[in-house]
């Protein structure tokens, strides 16, 4: 296991090296001046060159990247140059946000997903199956940022059931784990849990009809096993999989929940994302592009884990 672990962790160096590099060089290939939101109309070219020095942005794209990553190894992502703030305070913040809805949209993705894959896997080619299986494409297919209108309007303006937008009522900082908070919740995570429920759901569904129609599960029905130990066995052949979907999906949710949260204004890294995309502010997007590439290697890390420890058959291999 210890030989495992370390051969993965070696894996994952190349890969976060080539992350930085990717993530460094796409911003700066962009086009713009990452200034011009802190300069004024009529900046002198004095000022202009302070301003480029202050920021490092007069020395060459190899320095900058030499000098961008050693800092980022001691934590320091640099200055906003939109709100003169700590890149590292301003990603936590928006990191720990997107973290608990990614993980409530997660956890209601894979417990739905695995629920209509095991009836849909169990009752093949049955209406309960055609069912299970329309509501997992119908998941992948429909678009969340429409869904999360659409929601909106029926939950937030005709039934004024659920807050539209927001993190709470007061600042993210003051966040609990209480209703008051928690309704803010509701519909953005449902919304994003839509499409890793599909994704769950789908892969769920064909992985029980192929451990179903494995001679094993014939031998264990003639030794007159119950049903319910012949589910645990399934359950068991099918659980490192699907964690692994899981994983998948929530490393995407951190990610990819740029179009969510600016619909529903969750102040979280898609939030973020979207706002240093127009300001055009650069250490704030290559830090947050960073962080969220380096949770998506770690995570996988930890799910490669875990399905090792589920079947010790994947180390052997």
């Known amino acids: 296991m210890i030989t495992f672990l370390l051969r993965r962790l070696l894996y994952a160096l190349p890969i976060m090296t080539g992350v930085a590099l990717v993530c460094f060089a796409l911003v700066h290939l962009s086009p713009g001046d990452p200034l011009v939101s802190i300069l004024p109309p009529d900046a002198s070219v004095e000022l202009q ?23 980022a190894l001691q934590g320091d992502l640099g200055t906003s140059i939109a709100s003169n703030r700590p890149v590292t305070d301003e990603v936590l913040k928006a990191v720990v946000n997107t973290l608990r809805l990614a993980v409530l949209a997660t956890l209601i993705g894979f417990v739905f997903g695995c629920l209509f894959g095991f009836v849909a896997g169990y009752f093949q080619n049955s209406w309960v199956d055609r069912a299970a299986s329309f509501t997992a494409v119908l ?38 784990w209480r209703w008051e908070y928690l309704q803010y919740m ?19 569904r064909a992985l029980v ?65 979207n706002s240093a995309i ?19 290697v770690v995570l996988n890390l930890v799910v490669d884990v875990i399905q090792t420890l589920l079947d010790p058959r994947i180390a052997r291999g």
């Open 139 to 176: 998941g992948v297919s429909v678009p969340h940022y429409w869904l999360g209108m659409v929601l909106v309007i029926v939950f937030a303006v005709l039934l004024p059931w659920l807050p539209a937008s927001g993190a709470g009522p007061g600042s993210s900082a003051d966040w609990a």
């Open 278 to 296: 127009f300001q055009r502010d650069l250490p704030l997007l290559q830090g947050t592009i960073l962080v969220l590439a380096m949770f998506f």
């Open 49 to 71: 060159n302070q301003l480029r020095t202050l920021y490092g942005f007069d020395r060459s794209l190899p320095e900058q990247f030499v000098s961008w990553v050693w800092r």
């Open 209 to 273: 009809a192929e451990i179903l129609a494995q001679e094993f599960v014939v031998g264990l029905r003639a030794k007159g096993l119950t049903d319910f130990g012949i589910f645990r066995h399934v359950v068991k052949n099918a659980a490192p999989t699907a964690l692994a979907v899981m994983g998948l999906q929530l490393g995407y949710l951190l990610g990819g929940s740029i179009l969510i949260e600016t619909v529903f204004a969750w102040p979280g890294t898609g939030f973020l994302l």
């Open 186 to 204: 509701v519909l953005p995570a449902i919304t994003m849990s839509v499409i890793p429920m599909g994704i769950i759901a789908r892969t769920v």
